[in-house]
């Protein structure tokens, strides 16, 4: 076979990660895939700007149509990131019959099933492992590793500056302020890091691993979300006295052919193999009925693990070359997707409350759970120093989402209840 | 496409899982590879067995030819264990021109190249995710998901039975014996343990690992074996005060082109990832150049686990016989294989020795230590009991394995050495 041509769209650290690996890793490539491959042109935004790898600059363009309209070119990775201009470019990659491999996952949860049939329509790959989790293959073992199970649950941590701010938390006890701007200094946080603490980075990867896992078509507007920009360093202090770690999980649940897909802060027993994830790392729990729990963990960002993915991808689609069968591989979702309804989401929540320090306060709130339906594992009452008032920290049992929000309004509007400080979903069970 | 006749060598446990997955799931199979799939025969040794399944007593034969001369057999599904006779079966499958999945670590590990070979001859796949870990698909995500990288160490608990038998040993202070007892009463354990508790099934795996992991022809005589069989409490005991967990774990580690791999009980810093995997379950850690760790969880063994990894390469299977290209996803191992020497493996040590319990004994000790060159991190002393014996533990710095070998043949000479109890390696750092 002739030599393949690629096209890069953008040349930062993920994209120059790509140039370094497809340089050193030629004889594997070429013993894997059967011939060699070389960057045949780069889209970048400043050609004389210093990069992290050593490329001649007549590689380099400004001109999009160097790249998507160049006969030449047979595989196009995208690792510009946006949205809008991205995936006119990748639309127009794919319409010139161009296999398209991208890392972009804000781009995969809004437009993912538009872009997937245009590449099947034109025979074309379209690969995004990278999009979710960079360092974990985790999509390419839901689509085929798990191909015959029927997957149940699926919970994660898919975002590492948030796991990285709430691990620092935790361990140091310092302020979600403190640890953002250290995050920050660290290159582990944007200046602006809203997608990312707000949930909506995490939201995006679970929609696209929902979409996967249950063979459904979910978007980031299924996917219900709460970042943890309000999580403080008492709620954390309380969530390890009762045992629980707090990480920002994504859960996808299917029972009963309905699902439920959300991000939120989450309180896990200590001893949960997600509570011991650390640091920038993510990882993936699967439930499948026959396997069982499986869980894949790694680095969810940085340049290489991504670029990792970009390559593995790429000889995917080279691999499909030398096979004749590209744009073959996609399987559109099975079933129709049913989203479940408040009353059908099941969980127990953590509650922190404060209240005026008065006699029958606590008989007031817990004939409140009672009158609602909503029964208590735990409750503490604790004086606190200001103003005649005390906390009272609860631990649900399982309730529906819509009893809890019920109970949660009529809490608010209680003459007895100053504040409703906190309330976070909690999984699992804590030994007593 | 017509619909897609499957036979079966061996209906136990793990047969007994994948015709029922075929059946419960013939919605999902249908929409994923386009076409229908049942099971026409099934290779028995007795008709008239109970099974897990109901099936019609048809489709059951005593004779192997009827699954693997019938033209109408499109895969072959080996689950019948054993090594000599599902050779020649799969053998005289392919020649057929039949597909081939197995769940045979036994047989992969000693005839996996010549089967591969056979197989690519034929134009025929040979699949065997279940061979490794069942639960966890960790061949594909090795040979697909890390494609780009360069993989340098895998370390991996690949045997539930003895996961399963350290881990109650360790929480429960009990015995081998008494617990290899309890394993088999629960069915975790075989009547005749050996090659699990001597090390051997976690070999075959490691062999399995890691001619995929660095594409070099492993075999498990390259591997170093070493068993459970003589832990006792004492050794956990002493790993757990100096802060370690001991599993049963297989290295294969790559440095500059040359190889090591074995499986020994193997003591771990607490923190370590691989330290609080528990019972039957598995996980391997692969650490690539690139994407630095990622660590694979999952369950080990079990009818379903495996019957899911089995379905899974059907799938693969049936996918690549839709597209016609059966046969061409092999990619033979791309580099000669190099053993490390003796020399060459650097490894710490955990050393347990029982000496005179008299004056200069440990000077002695340390003298022959530092005139072989090997240092150590920490040394106890204790006096013993019995016959004024003593006790010296020592954990050793990295030491060439050739160094240390002499050392303990030396220290063995000694005539204030009265026995040498035990010897482990160490992975990782313990913070002091």
Redesign the interface.
């Known amino acids: 076979m002739k030599e393949i041509s690629l096209g890069l769209l953008g040349l930062g650290t993920v994209g120059c990660?790509v140039v370094k690996?497809v340089e050193n890793?030629q004889?594997?490539?070429k013993?894997?895939v059967g011939c060699s491959v070389k960057v045949k042109k780069a889209l970048v935004k400043d050609l004389h700007k210093d990069r992290l790898v050593n490329i001649d600059e007549k590689l380099l363009t400004l001109h999009a149509e160097e790249v998507l309209e160049d006969p030449e070119i047979d595989v196009v990775i995208e690792v510009m990131g946006g949205v809008e201009e991205a995936r006119h470019y990748i639309l127009r990659a794919l319409k010139n019959r161009k296999h398209v491999v991208t890392a972009n996952k804000d781009l995969m949860a809004v437009y993912g099933s538009e872009l997937l049939a245009a590449a099947s329509e034109n025979n074309c790959d379209l690969f995004y492992?990278a999009s979710v989790a960079g360092?974990?293959?985790i999509l390419?073992?839901l689509v085929?590793?798990?191909?015959?199970?029927?997957i149940t649950k699926m919970m994660g941590i898919v975002n590492g500056t948030t796991n990285f701010i709430l691990t620092k938390m935790n361990n140091e006890g310092s302020s979600y302020e403190e640890v953002l701007h250290q995050a920050q200094a660290l290159g582990f946080a944007e200046a602006d890091p809203t997608s990312d603490v707000e949930g909506i980075d995490a939201a995006r990867k679970m929609a696209i691993l929902a979409t996967l896992g249950f063979?459904m078509n979910i978007e980031l507007k299924d996917v219900q979300v709460k970042g943890i920009s309000s999580v403080s360093e008492e709620d954390l202090e309380y969530s390890k006295k009762l045992g629980y770690t707090m990480k920002l999980i994504g859960i996808a649940h299917r029972e009963k052919e309905k699902v439920e897909v959300s991000v939120a802060p989450t309180l896990l027993p200590h001893a949960h193999?997600l509570a011991?994830v650390q640091n920038e790392y993510n990882a993936v729990y699967v439930y499948?009925e026959?396997?069982?729990?499986?869980?894949?963990?790694?680095?969810g960002a940085?340049s290489?693990?991504t670029?990792?993915?970009v390559?593995?991808d790429?000889?995917?689609v080279m691999?499909n070359m030398?096979?004749?069968?590209n744009g073959?591989?996609m399987?559109s979702p099975?079933f129709q997707k049913t989203l479940k309804e408040k009353e059908e989401v099941q969980a127990k929540h953590f509650l922190r409350v404060h209240v005026k320090d008065e006699v029958g306060v606590l008989s007031h709130i817990t004939n409140l759970f009672s009158n609602k339906g909503v029964s208590f594992e735990k409750i503490l009452q604790l004086p606190l120093k200001e103003d005649a008032l005390a906390e009272v920290v609860v631990v649900t049992h399982h309730a529906s989402l819509q009893r809890y929000e019920d109970l949660l309004e009529e809490l608010a509007g209680m003459p007895m209840v100053k504040e409703i400080k906190s309330s976070y979903r909690v999984e699992g069970e804590v030994a007593v």
Chains 1, 2 share one sequence.
């Open positions: 990660g690996i890793h004889d594997k490539l013993h894997q492992e360092g974990i293959p390419r073992s085929d590793g798990l191909a015959s199970d029927r063979s193999p011991s499948g026959a396997v069982g729990e499986t869980m894949f963990y790694g680095p940085g290489l693990p670029a990792t993915a390559v593995s790429l000889v995917g691999k030398r096979l004749g069968v073959k591989s399987v099975q």
